[in-house]
C-alpha cells in the first residue's frame, strides 16, 4: 500500500462525508460505492445486504447505521427518475468494506480508513470531560501558532494588540487581562487554559476564521488585520448571541489545566524512598 495513494484515497472519503445536525459523520452510498470500485449499483447493493446482515448478527440495531432514501437525478432530456440511496454511519461503511471484494485494492484501504477511524472514535468516547478539554486546548494551541504565521504575513508587530482586538471583539469589548480580571483568574495564569470546553471552542473558531480570512482575503498591514481579528471575534460573539447562548465573558473560569496536570503527575508519581 503506497502511503501516497492511501493518502490520497483518504482524502476522497473525506471530501464525501457529511455531518449530522448532531454532529455524527455519514456517507452517502453512492460516494462509497464509487470509493471502493464498484461500478454497479446492483453488485454494490448486495454488499450492503450482506453488511446489514453482519450489523444485525454483532446484535447492533440496523436502523440506526443504514438508513435508505431516493432522490430524484437527471437522465437525459430534462426526464428524472428515482435513484435508490443509503445514509450510512461509520460503522456501517466498516461493515461494508469488511463485506466487500477483498481482490479490490481500494476495499483494502477502506478496511483500514473505517477500522482507525472507528477505533478513535471509540477512544475519544471513553475520554473524561477533563481530557476532552485538555484536547481542545491543545487545538487552541496549534491554531494560535498558525494565526501569528498568517498575522506576520500579514504585517503584524505588535503581537499583543493583534490578539487583544480578537478578544474585544469577542468578548464585547474586554481585553485579556479585563476578562481574567472579571472571571477571577489570577494575572500568572493564561485566560485559555482556565476556561471550560464551550468558551474554548468560540476561541478556537474564533482563530481559525480570522487566519483563514487573513490568507483568504491576503490582507495586507497591520492595522488591517488587527481590524480583521476584532470584526470575526465580534461576528463569533454574533453567532452565540442568535442561538441564545451565554456570552463567553459570563461563563465561570475553570480550574488551570497546568495545575491540574500538576496534580495527576503528582497522584501517580511513585514515592520516595
Not at 493518502?7 to 464525501?16: T, W
Request: hydrophobic fraction near 35%; proline fraction near 3%.
Amino acid at each position: 500500500m503506497g502511503d501516497a495513494e492511501y493518502g490520497g484515497f483518504v482524502d476522497a472519503l473525506e471530501k464525501c462525508k457529511h455531518k449530522a445536525p448532531n454532529g455524527s459523520e455519514y456517507w452517502m452510498a453512492r460516494d462509497i460505492q464509487a470509493a471502493l470500485g464498484y461500478t454497479r449499483w446492483e453488485s454494490f447493493s448486495d454488499v450492503i445486504g450482506k453488511a446489514q446482515m453482519a450489523c444485525e448478527s454483532a446484535g447492533v440495531a440496523v436502523e440506526n447505521q443504514f438508513r435508505q432514501t431516493t432522490k430524484m437525478v437527471l437522465i437525459g432530456s430534462g426526464a428524472e427518475r428515482q435513484m435508490e440511496d443509503w445514509f450510512l454511519s461509520r460503522y456501517a461503511c466498516y461493515l461494508i468494506a469488511m463485506n466487500s471484494d477483498p481482490t479490490k485494492r481500494e476495499v483494502g484501504y477502506a478496511m483500514t480508513y473505517f477500522a482507525v477511524q472507528t477505533r478513535l472514535q471509540e477512544v475519544h468516547d471513553r475520554l473524561t470531560t477533563e481530557q476532552k478539554r485538555v484536547m481542545l486546548r491543545n487545538r487552541v494551541k496549534n491554531a494560535n501558532k498558525s494565526l501569528v504565521s498568517a498575522a506576520k504575513t500579514a504585517g503584524v508587530q505588535k503581537y499583543g494588540v493583534f490578539h487583544d482586538a480578537g478578544y474585544k471583539g469577542l468578548y464585547g469589548g474586554l481585553g485579556k487581562a479585563q476578562i481574567q480580571a472579571k472571571k477571577g483568574i489570577p494575572e500568572n495564569e493564561d485566560l485559555l487554559d482556565c476556561i471550560d470546553r464551550a468558551e474554548l471552542a468560540a476561541n478556537e473558531f474564533r482563530i481559525t476564521q480570522t487566519e483563514q480570512k487573513l490568507i483568504r482575503e491576503q490582507i495586507r498591514g497591520e492595522q488591517p488585520a488587527i481590524n480583521t481579528h476584532f470584526e470575526v471575534g465580534r461576528e463569533v460573539r454574533s453567532t452565540i448571541k442568535k442561538i441564545g447562548g451565554t456570552m463567553p465573558e459570563n461563563l465561570p473560569a475553570a480550574p488551570s489545566i497546568k495545575k491540574l496536570a500538576a496534580k495527576k503527575a503528582k497522584e501517580v508519581s511513585p514515592p520516595q524512598t
